[in-house]
């Protein structure tokens, strides 16, 4: 199974920008990537997805906002987060699922402060 470590979270101003990194164990060149979020007594919700052909879709409450990206190069996914408001507060968790196998990283925290 893939091990992902995700990135880059912290304390943002509402406004303002912070880019998530996933790297993952082994090649995730074959596989659909997604980046979800959760607060605290809510479910995990998707956030963006991007395929192995590099298709992406987004909830709606972040399009226009957040962008993902992937480089198999360096077995990596990213989030560009711009415009961040105060309800993007959350863990925010990598994903990556193949054919067989589906695997989460460990989460990384995300504030916004108004």
């Known amino acids: 199974q893939v091990q992902l470590v995700e990135s880059g979270g912290g304390l943002v101003q509402a406004g303002g920008s912070l880019r998530l990194s996933c790297v993952a164990s082994?090649?995730?060149?074959?596989?659909?990537m997604a980046w979800y979020r959760q607060t605290p007594g809510k479910q995990r919700e998707l956030v963006a997805i991007?395929?192995?052909?590099?298709?992406?879709n987004y909830i709606d409450s972040v399009k226009g906002r957040f962008t993902i990206s992937r480089d198999n190069a360096k077995n990596t996914v990213y989030l560009q987060m711009n415009s961040l408001k105060p309800e993007d507060t959350a863990v925010y968790y990598c994903?990556?699922?193949?054919?067989?196998?589906?695997?989460w990283g460990q989460g990384t925290q995300v504030t916004v402060s108004s």
């Open positions: 082994g090649s995730i060149s074959p596989n659909t």
């Open positions: 991007i395929t192995s052909n590099s298709i992406a």
């Open positions: 994903n990556s699922k193949s054919l067989t196998r589906n695997s």
